[in-house]
């Protein structure tokens, strides 16, 4: 997880060091997988969503969580691709209390080979045909 400054931009970040991915590399993938698998879980399964959300929200009015999934599981890709604007938005917020993190780019901080594997491997599409 990144801890980025205050400003009110709040990325939704799965990240690791490369090393870790040298060292552990299917454990990366299984993390990797199961984020795809929990967005999975979200989009196709909203009469178990609804409940989970009002119970870790802490909100007792049911027609405000549904309104928020209503508008929350469309927004979710089903194989979660870097986005370059979005990178591009995560270095500026870290750059405000590292300057050396603006120099950073889309390559330098991502790897898509995870994401490419579970495409690849038929995985997202077989998952989403059930």
Known sequence: MIDTPGSGFVPAVVGCTRRLVATRRDFVA?????????IHFFK???TDVIPLLQQFLGFTDRGAVEDAYQFYAPQFQPLPRPSAVGIDKL?????????????LSLATVSDASFLDELERSGFVRTLYAR
């Not at 917020?93 to 050396?100: M, W």
């Open 30 to 38: 299984n993390v990797v997988q199961g984020y795809v698998e929990a």
């Open 44 to 46: 196709t399964k909203r």
């Open 91 to 103: 270095v500026k917020e870290l750059a405000r209390k590292q300057p050396s993190a603006a120099s």
